[in-house]
């Protein structure tokens, strides 16, 4: 997901849970530009996670960011991701969203 130059845009898609689960949610992007800034939020059951957008050193350089963690319920829901902030030209260029399941102790 490329080109976020206004805070009226953003994505969603329907993820699955065949479990109850904890996922820690991370971010995986990269910017355009050295001095690229900006926030987001990730949203999905009715929980949100606010990040920031670190400056990576081109578009071709990506980055993983660990955003939290969120406790799913089996079932279907909509992920969106949505900008909070623009900081420079474009947010970021978002590669993929990465759902991590959290080990239970």
Request: aromatic share 8%.
């Amino acid at each position: 997901i490329d080109s976020w130059t206004n805070l009226d845009g953003g994505v969603e898609w329907k993820v699955r849970v065949a479990a109850p689960t904890r996922f820690t949610i991370a971010a995986n992007y990269s910017t355009a530009a050295k001095d690229a800034h900006g926030a987001f939020a990730v949203t999905v059951a009715g929980q949100q996670l606010d990040a920031r957008v670190t400056a990576t050193p081109g578009a071709a350089t990506f980055r993983t960011d660990a955003l939290g963690e969120v406790d799913l319920p089996a079932g279907e829901f909509q992920l969106a991701v949505k900008p909070l902030e623009l900081g420079g030209v474009s947010l970021m260029r978002l590669r993929q969203l990465e759902f991590l399941p959290v080990p239970k102790i």
